[in-house]
């Protein structure tokens, strides 16, 4: 149950950044129309502006931060502080990057469906991680030989 929590949480900030609602379908519509790929970019531009945010936070705060501490203690933990924080930015850079092939994939109108099988990915599943290019079933299986090849 808390693990259901966690991701309903995580989409539903996915959605605040973007300062949206949840996608409300309408009974017979098209999927993944016009108004559906304006709200799936409008999420993505907007999670794309967050991170970027985040990037030039870091290094002003690594700039401001940067001490020369004559402690070798307190110089070890600034470095492993700004360590870390650059991991964070470097996988950060990497979803930058799948966010842009997928506001491309929006504006090629080849958003929402999975690049293995070609089924809908689904409404819910995308505004839970808008980048994902598997559907459900697909990843599951993906995981699954993931989980062999490595065991």
């Known amino acids: 149950m808390q693990e259901g929590q966690t991701r309903?949480?995580?989409?539903?900030?996915i959605l605040a950044i973007a300062g949206v609602e949840p996608y409300q379908e309408k009974?017979?519509?098209?999927?993944?129309?016009?108004?559906?790929?304006e709200h799936f970019k409008k999420i993505l531009e907007a999670w794309r502006n967050q991170l970027r945010d985040e990037v030039d936070r870091t290094?002003?705060?690594?700039?401001?931060?940067?001490a020369n501490f004559p402690d070798p203690v307190d110089r070890a933990a600034q470095e492993e502080e700004f360590s870390l924080e650059l991991?964070?930015?470097?996988?950060?850079?990497?979803?930058?990057?799948?966010?842009?092939?997928?506001?491309?994939?929006?504006?090629?109108?080849?958003?929402?469906?999975?690049?293995?099988c070609g089924v809908e990915i689904g409404i819910r599943r995308l505004e839970a991680r808008p980048t994902a290019d598997l559907c459900i079933?697909?990843?599951?299986l993906a995981e699954i030989r993931e989980k062999q090849m490595a065991g």
């Open 8 to 13: 309903k949480t995580s989409s539903l900030s």
């Open 87 to 116: 991991r964070n930015r470097d996988r950060e850079r990497k979803l930058i990057k799948k966010i842009e092939k997928t506001l491309k994939k929006v504006e090629d109108d080849d958003f929402g469906y999975c690049e293995s």
């Open 137 to 140: 079933d697909c990843k599951t």
């Open 59 to 66: 290094v002003s705060h690594m700039q401001d931060e940067a």
């Open 27 to 37: 009974p017979g519509e098209e999927y993944m129309n016009e108004a559906q790929l």
